[in-house]
Structures are given as C-alpha cells and as structure tokens.
C-alpha cells in the first residue's frame, strides 16, 4: 500500500477531473468538443464545485444550438487514434449494440462508450467521452508510469478502491463511499472494479472504475451518472467497464 500511497501525487495530478462536469466545452471542426484548458484545474477546489450547475445550464444552450443528440464524435482526443478504424485485432472491444469501440493502439486499451456521447477534450486525460446534455455521464481513461507488474501489488481490491476514492477520485470536500470492490481476471492479467459514490453539495454521482496495470503504466477507466439517473443507466455503465481491456503493446 504504501507503494501506492507515493503514487498518489502523479495520481491525482492526472485522474483528479474524472469525476467532475467539465465546463467550457468547445467544439471542434469534426464534431467533438475541446475543453478549454484555462476553464479546467487539474486542482479543483470546493469553488469550482459549485460551477456544476452552470456547467449544465451551459450544456443545455450548447444543446438548443446543435441538436439534442444530433452529432456523434468522429475522433478521439490525443493521440489522435481513430475510432472510426475498425480494422480487427485480437484485442479490438466487441461491438455491442447500442455502443461504439475504442481501441489505442499506442496505448494499449480498448473499451466502449454508448452512442451518442460526444469525445470531448480534458487536459491531463488520455481520452474522455460524455453526454452534452447529462455532464456527469461520461467516460475517461488515463495511465501513469508504474515499475509494478500486478495490481495485486498495490494492496486488496477494498484498499486500492479506498485510496483512489479518497485521494485521487473525489475531492476532500466530498463525502464518499464505496458500495463494493472486487477483482477478476481477463487473458491473464487481473483488473479491480469498483463502484462508489461521491457526494457534492449539489449533485451526488454514482460511478464505476476499473484499474489494471500494463506495459509499465496503471491504467484508470471512470464512468458515472448522476445519482437520480442511475438506474436507468447502470447496465450501460456496467457494460463500459466490463469492456476495458489492456492489450501488450
């Protein structure tokens, strides 16, 4: 654990904002939407918090002007991988109905995201994918150099899930609990899920997140929604994160 305690700086410098609306959308010529990096802090503070709410009241004048769910990104954020290149590997995300794949080739991961939700730009995230109208639903990957091999390295499911919670995952300000942590393997490596919720002053988040290690980096898969829709999106949610592969690169 204490190898994962030290991580915690590089951690939290790249994973912070996955759970969070992001504000400042804005939209790229091939339909995704960049976030302005100046409108992002890879430090949020209890202030930015309370922004959520303008956040979505921006989201929704963004929806007025494009369409409520009339454009699917085309890309993916940088490197610039496309997800429109279905060519199949061994490691390619299974098409499902109702979702689109993202496999990096560079990187090594694959997953899927539900159709409809737009790729969206990050500052300090690998790739993120959310809905425009609903800014807590969303996807975001990410990985940090690591010399362990295992994710069993680090410590059980429940304390790996803990220290991200707490430390990386939610900010101090919010309340968090972990509802349930488990480990399973897939082609040899082993992967820890967990779900969770954080709760802000005005939005509760219900989410999931996936870790594994590979190719000398720990990889973070996050997906959620906003606690009043997660029953209506949970299965799909539990299909993001079921789908996250590594694959040796």
């Keep these: 654990m204490a190898a994962l305690q030290n991580s915690m700086p590089s951690l939290h410098h790249t994973l912070f904002v996955n759970s969070f609306p ?5 939209k790229l010529s091939h339909g995704a939407f960049l976030c302005c990096k100046t409108s992002v802090s890879l430090l949020v503070r209890a202030e930015n918090l309370s922004s959520a709410a303008a956040a979505a009241s921006s989201s929704s004048h963004c929806q007025d002007n494009c369409g409520r769910r009339g454009i699917i990104a085309a890309g993916i954020i940088a490197p610039l991988v496309s997800i429109v290149d279905r060519t ?12 689109l794949p993202v496999t990096d080739k560079k990187d090594g991961y694959t997953f899927l995201y539900p159709f409809g939700w737009q790729e969206v730009v990050i500052e300090g995230q690998d790739k993120v994918f959310k809905d425009v109208i609903e800014p807590l639903e969303s996807v975001s990957v990410n990985m940090i150099p690591t010399n362990k091999q295992d994710i069993r390295d680090f410590g059980s499911p429940q304390e790996v899930a803990e220290i991200l919670i707490k430390k ?7 309340k968090t609990k972990l509802i349930q942590a488990a480990e399973h393997d897939a082609d040899g490596k ?3 899920t967990f779900e969770f919720v954080t709760q802000a002053p ?17 990889y973070t898969l996050t997906t959620g929604a906003n606690e009043r829709r997660w029953d209506k999106m949970k299965e ?4 993001v994160v079921d789908s996250f592969k590594i694959f040796n690169v």
């Design 22 to 26: 992001q504000k400042g959308l804005q």
């Design 88 to 99: 199949p590997t061994a490691f390619a995300a299974e098409t499902k109905k109702g979702f």
């Design 168 to 174: 990386v995952l939610a900010p101090p300000t919010q």
């Design 190 to 192: 082993a992967y820890y």
């Design 202 to 218: 005005n939005y509760t988040r219900h989410a999931l997140t996936a870790v594994s290690i590979g190719n000398g980096k720990f």
């Design 236 to 239: 799909r949610l539990m299909t």
